[in-house]
């Protein structure tokens, strides 16, 4: 008799995905999924997804959800969250949401050390609106609307949101991982349920960012897209825990 030894985590629906082959939301969905399993922590969970791939979230993850406007996941978390001390509550947000329209947002939560955790998906490009330069696109790196690739004259250098972050008091936990290979999605699935951990011991506001692949609007196959997310994305945006608080494994 064959033995079961890898199954869908019970907080994921039963669904197929929607997801452009090679892109990254579908692994970090089940690192989500897996972390909210381990610690037992769905039936109160309410996520809070923006506009943008990520909030097609709650397709995939079976808790409550909240769709709040382009950029103010962390304010409406932030509400949630203190109408709602004992529920768990996260946010799941991409880079042209949570590092263009909601800077005010996530730093301003971060600072005051909200108890919610967010995990920031950064794959450097505006995915569902077309393929547009984002705050995160590289220097070099074309989009619809840099064709010739974002320079910094024009456009400006990428915005860091971990180091950018982390001159804050209030983060309890900053951590920035990626999940291209097997090693690395094992380091982020310890990172997602370390912020989730923190949250549950009222440590504050916990953060985790997620390098991620793009293939479709980055103009490539998916195994190039994983390697061009190693050799370009890392270099600038390095894997590190930036903070994390004592005790918490």
């Keep these: 008799m064959a033995k079961i030894v890898f199954t869908r985590p019970k907080s994921m629906k039963d669904v197929v995905t929607h997801y452009c082959p090679g892109c990254h939301h579908g692994i970090?969905?089940?690192?989500?999924?897996?972390?909210?399993?381990?610690?037992?922590?769905?039936?109160?969970?309410?996520?809070?997804?923006?506009?943008?791939c990520s909030v097609f979230i709650y397709d995939y993850i079976d808790t409550d959800f909240i769709q709040a406007s382009h950029g103010r996941a962390?304010?409406?978390?932030?509400?949630?969250?203190?109408?709602?001390?004992?529920?768990?509550?996260?946010?799941?947000q991409?880079?042209?949401?949570?590092?263009?329209?909601?800077?005010?947002e996530?730093?301003?939560?971060?600072?005051?050390?909200?108890?919610?955790?967010?995990?920031?998906?950064?794959?450097?490009?505006y995915g569902m609106t077309g393929g547009q330069s984002a705050p995160t696109t590289l220097v070099g790196q074309s989009s619809t609307t840099t064709p010739k690739g974002r320079t910094s004259q024009n456009d400006g250098f990428p915005i860091?949101?971990?180091?950018?972050?982390?001159?804050?008091?209030?983060?309890?936990?900053?951590?920035?991982?990626?999940?291209?290979?097997?090693?690395?999605?094992?380091?982020?699935?310890?990172?997602?349920?370390?912020?989730?951990?923190?949250?549950?011991?009222g440590r504050g506001f916990s953060f985790v960012e997620v390098?991620?692949?793009?293939?479709?609007?980055?103009?490539?196959?998916?195994?190039d897209a994983g390697k061009w997310l190693e050799d370009e994305m890392i270099p600038y945006y390095p894997l590190k825990d930036f903070r994390v608080p004592e005790g918490v494994q």
């Design 211 to 223: 390098l991620s692949a793009c293939p479709t609007n980055w103009g490539m196959t998916p195994l």
């Design 106 to 125: 996530i730093i301003h939560a971060a600072a005051r050390g909200e108890n919610i955790t967010v995990i920031f998906v950064n794959n450097a490009i």
């Design 74 to 92: 962390p304010a409406v978390a932030t509400g949630v969250k203190r109408a709602l001390p004992d529920k768990f509550v996260f946010t799941y």
């Design 160 to 201: 860091q949101v971990c180091e950018m972050l982390n001159t804050l008091q209030g983060p309890s936990m900053i951590s920035r991982v990626a999940v291209q290979t097997p090693a690395q999605v094992i380091r982020a699935k310890k990172a997602i349920r370390r912020a989730f951990q923190c949250q549950v011991e």
């Design 28 to 52: 970090i969905h089940r690192l989500v999924g897996e972390a909210l399993d381990e610690l037992e922590l769905a039936p109160k969970t309410i996520g809070v997804a923006p506009v943008g």
């Design 94 to 104: 991409g880079d042209g949401d949570l590092a263009a329209i909601g800077t005010a």
